[in-house]
C-alpha cells in the first residue's frame, strides 16, 4: 500500500530563514500531491496541489514545492519564513485507488 | 472556505458509552469522508461516502459505523466509545475522487473518551 514520509517531525527556525520540508511516498505509477497546512487550532486547508504538467508548483502565502518523479518526492519550501508560517505541514498522496494517504506531519516553529 | 460544520466541537464521554458525530456541508459535493487525526500518524481514513446510503471503509474503521440518508449530512457512531478512539475528528469534502481534486476540511471534533 502507498505510504508516505515525511523525516522532519519538528523544525525550527528563525524569521526570515529558508524553509524546505521533505516528503517521500513508496511507489509510483500516477500520483496526485498535495501540502497541507494546519495552523493552531485550525482545520486543514490546501497549500498546493500537483496533479500534471510543470513539477514546479506554487501554492499560496509565497509556498512552493518541486515533484521529482525519480526520487519520489515532492519537497515544499519556502525562501523566506514568518512568524505565521508557524504550523503542521502535512504532505498527502492520492494514487490510483484515489484515497488520500496522509505523512505524519511535520510541526514548525519560527522564532520571532 | 467549504461550508462544512462539525457538530459537536468538543466531546468528553465514557468508556461504553455510544458517540455520534455530525458532519454538515452545504457545497452539494458528493463525497464525504470522516478521519482521525493523532500525534505522529497524520490523518487517516475511517469511512467515506460516495453518494445518499453509499458507504464504504477506509484505513481504520474498526469500531465505528456511518450513515448518510442526505446529501448534506454525514454521520459517525461509536456504538460504544474506547479510550482508544481518544482523537481530533475531521469530516471532509469533495466533489469528485478523481486525482486531481481536492478534499477540504471541516473545524474537527476533539473527542476524549475517559
Known amino acids: 500500500a502507498q505510504s508516505v514520509s515525511q523525516h522532519n517531525h519538528h523544525v525550527i527556525l528563525s524569521e526570515a530563514a529558508s524553509l524546505e520540508l521533505g516528503c517521500n511516498y513508496s511507489y509510483g505509477g500516477t500520483v496526485n500531491l498535495f501540502w497541507y497546512v494546519q495552523y493552531p487550532g485550525q482545520h486543514l486547508q490546501l497549500l498546493l496541489k500537483?496533479?500534471?504538467?510543470?513539477?514546479l508548483v506554487k501554492g499560496i502565502k509565497g509556498f512552493e514545492a518541486e515533484f521529482i518523479k525519480s526520487k519520489f518526492s515532492f519537497n515544499l519550501r519556502k525562501p523566506s519564513v514568518q512568524w505565521s508560517d508557524t504550523a503542521e505541514y502535512f504532505c498527502?498522496?492520492?494514487?490510483?485507488?484515489?484515497?488520500?494517504?496522509f505523512g505524519s506531519g511535520t510541526r514548525l516553529l519560527v522564532r520571532p | 472556505d467549504a461550508g462544512i460544520t462539525q457538530s459537536p466541537r468538543h466531546k468528553v464521554t465514557e468508556t461504553g458509552t455510544p458517540v455520534t458525530l455530525r458532519c454538515h456541508q452545504t457545497e452539494n459535493h458528493r463525497y464525504m469522508y470522516w478521519y482521525r487525526q493523532d500525534p505522529g500518524h497524520g490523518l487517516r481514513l475511517i469511512h467515506y461516502s460516495y453518494g445518499v446510503k453509499d458507504t464504504d471503509k477506509g484505513e481504520v474503521s474498526d469500531g465505528y459505523s456511518v450513515s448518510r440518508s442526505k446529501t448534506e449530512d454525514f454521520l459517525l457512531t461509536l456504538e460504544s466509545a474506547t479510550s482508544s478512539q481518544t482523537s481530533v475528528y475531521f469530516c471532509?469534502?469533495?466533489?469528485?475522487?478523481?486525482?486531481?481534486?481536492?478534499?477540504?476540511f471541516g473545524p474537527g471534533t476533539r473527542l476524549t473518551v475517559l
Open positions: 471532509a469534502i469533495s466533489e469528485s475522487r478523481t486525482g486531481a481534486d481536492t478534499q477540504y
Open positions: 498527502a498522496v492520492k494514487d490510483s485507488s484515489y484515497k488520500l494517504i
Open positions: 500537483y496533479f500534471s504538467g510543470d513539477p
